[in-house]
């Protein structure tokens, strides 16, 4: 099942303009991770932010983690067209028996109109 | 540092056929995964490895699903026999330490067609 729920599941922007997009997930857990995929790179790790921490930032992407309405957010700066992907974000739910889940949500298909 | 290796790229076979994918993780890398990923929708966990041992199969559909790293290195993935549904990209990723404490570098994935 999906743990992580990506909201929009669409958006197109246009390049220099910001993107959003939301993350929600319906169990506690240890990190979320958000990854981007696309045709020619695959799927590539973007950020990590762990349960105790509240935002982080890496080059033109900040996240933001609210754990306590179980949602967190990506923000890329400055968008371009090389942006143009699917984001995931997946959640490490650390439950017990050794079964430390990361869930991927179904993704938010960016698309930056040049 | 190489990435991880998967092979084939590129699979279509009839229904009830057999099929395995070979994955070769970054090196050192102890951790090993399979996901899943169907059409429009994220991947989906398979198996994790350990080394050579299995710490989570829970998601593997174990009738039909079965998987081996031995050595601690390389992995297989077979599907026997393998069903419509089974149409999906297969991806493998590693990552230095158990998932969820750190990132997970995938391979560009093997995407199969059954008809």
């Known amino acids: 099942s999906q743990q992580g729920e990506e909201d929009p599941q669409a958006l197109s922007i246009q390049e220099g303009e910001n993107a959003t997009m939301n993350c929600s997930y319906k169990?506690?857990?240890?990190?979320l991770q958000w990854y981007r995929q696309n045709s020619g790179r695959g799927l590539v790790h973007l950020i990590l932010i762990r349960s105790n921490e509240r935002e982080k930032h890496s080059g033109r992407l900040r996240v933001t983690l609210d754990t306590s309405k179980k949602s967190s957010s990506l923000l890329i700066t400055a968008s371009r067209a090389a942006d143009t992907a699917s984001y995931f974000c997946?959640?490490?739910?650390?439950?017990?028996?050794?079964?430390?889940?990361?869930?991927f949500g179904k993704g938010t298909h960016l698309i930056i109109q040049p | 540092e190489a990435g991880v290796a998967q092979s084939p790229r590129y699979k279509i076979i009839e229904k009830r056929q057999s099929v395995a994918f070979w994955c070769n993780p970054i090196s050192g890398h102890a951790t090993l995964y399979w996901y899943q990923q169907i059409l429009g929708q994220g991947p989906k966990l398979l198996i994790q490895f350990q080394n050579n041992g299995v710490v989570d199969d829970s998601q593997l559909p174990k009738d039909r699903f079965s998987a081996e790293r031995l050595k601690g290195v390389d992995s297989t993935l077979k599907i026997q026999p393998a069903k419509l549904e089974d149409s999906a990209v297969y991806l493998c990723?590693?990552?230095?330490?158990?998932?969820?404490?750190?990132?997970?570098?995938f391979g560009p994935g093997t995407r199969l067609t059954v008809l």
């Open positions: 997946a959640t490490d739910a650390g439950q017990g028996g050794g079964a430390d889940g990361l869930t």
């Open positions: 169990t506690s857990i240890n990190n």
């Open positions: 990723a590693s990552s230095r330490v158990r998932r969820g404490l750190d990132e997970q570098f």
